[in-house]
């Protein structure tokens, strides 16, 4: 989508912090870190959220979350954890409208999660 900032991201005109790629992902580390370790992983097809999830095929979303695990893995949190989140809408605080999994770790995790 043309004036998506993630689009922008993928399509490589605005520079990013690769972590992992293939045909259907890409995963970059987020601007503003809020764990030690802090990746977004995304769809390369525009969707806005996983409210429009219908948009992506079952290939494009399972990649999504295979891709997080392999993030965590890459990122060294096989062992101790991470934390996947995927804020959708105005009330989960969603500020890019292009569907993207924080992967969170490299620290203990407050239990509560909203
Ligand atoms: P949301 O608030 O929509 O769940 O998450 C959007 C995330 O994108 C935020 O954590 C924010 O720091 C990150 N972000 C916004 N603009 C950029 C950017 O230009 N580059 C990178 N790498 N991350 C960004
Ligand atoms: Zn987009």
Aim: with cysteine.
């Amino acid at each position: 989508m043309e004036n998506c900032l993630f689009c922008t991201i993928i399509r490589g005109e605005i520079p990013s912090a690769k972590v992992y790629e293939d045909d259907l992902v890409y995963a970059f580390r987020d601007i503003n870190p809020q764990a030690p370790t802090h990746v977004l992983v995304i769809p390369k097809v525009h969707a806005a959220s996983l409210g429009a999830a219908e948009q992506l095929t079952d290939a494009q979303l399972a990649a999504c979350l295979r891709a997080c695990g392999k993030v965590a893995e890459l990122e060294g949190l096989a062992e101790t954890g991470f934390r996947v989140v995927s804020n959708c809408g105005k009330d989960a605080c969603q500020s890019v409208e292009h569907l993207h999994f924080h992967v969170l770790g490299g620290r203990a995790m407050k239990e509560q999660m909203a």
